[in-house]
């Protein structure tokens, strides 16, 4: 399928896998991958696949911030998702997707950071939050938020032994999510917007704009691509993001829900005690 046939496409308001231009492709979330990680996720848009770990360890605050611990985003871009990608040390692209994830999360206060404190001007909470694409069909960015989000939501804060974190073991205090905002990315082709590019369509992006919103706000904006956005495009962008957001963000709402019932349910089950049984229904 050459270029020519895409942009064709596009110019009649159609797509090469029938979508609408605003239509993401199907969304799935699952977390609890890593049996090891203090949460974990993957998410898969259409053909798109991208594994998140959380990490957790015991650090020092940063001196103008000694009350507060932290977010670390790294993104390894690697030839098992993409013959485009390359072994070695992370490129522009890798460290791209993880400033994005990192700005989402970060300027939109969905971690207090604050609560990251274990002693103030000695002790912080850091959060390690490492991207692992395993297949690249195209919009890795809005992929790799919502499964950063999924981990993030479901990880646990391990135990502690002689001011040591005690890999593979886990308390039952959850890290608390302020709110989930989603991140949408638009791709700008002539006079086109589109959502969730697949790889070919990016083949042949002017420019891309990403957006971090959340009830309506907007907390981040990155652009790529060699060429301009104009002001009007970027309003239309910002009003899709807006429009849309409520979808993203339901696909990892449902999700959620759907495991704290379940691991509830298996709870209850475990302790075995006749007065838990009338609970069950209910989860």
Sequence with gaps: MNNE???????????????????????????????????????????TEVLVGVKMDIGEPYTDSPDEGTIIV???????????????????????????????????????????????????WLIFIDIYPLNDDGNLI???????????KNAKFPKIKDDKV????????????????????????NDKILVDLNSKEESVIDARLSISVYDENIHAMQKGGDKVITLEDVEKMIDLAIKKEKELRSSIKWLIQKYLQSMKRQELLEQGHYKYQWALHYY
């Design 74 to 124: 790294t993104a390894e871009l690697s030839p098992i998702a993409s013959p485009l990608f390359e072994l070695g040390p992370p490129g522009q692209q890798a460290t791209e997707l993880a400033r994005i994830v990192d700005r989402g999360i970060r300027e939109s206060k969905a971690i207090d950071f604050k609560k990251l404190c274990i002693k103030e001007g000695e002790k912080i």
């Design 5 to 47: 046939y895409i942009l064709s496409l596009i110019q009649q308001d159609k797509r090469v896998d029938e979508r609408k231009l605003d239509q993401y492709r199907e969304i799935k979330v699952e977390t609890k991958i890593s049996k090891n990680a203090e949460g974990s996720a993957r998410c898969k848009i259409g053909d």
């Design 142 to 152: 809005d992929a790799s938020v919502l499964a950063s989000l999924a981990a993030l």
């Design 166 to 189: 005690v890999f593979g073991e886990f308390t039952d205090k959850k890290l608390e999510l302020t709110k989930l905002p989603v991140t949408l990315t638009f791709g700008k082709i």
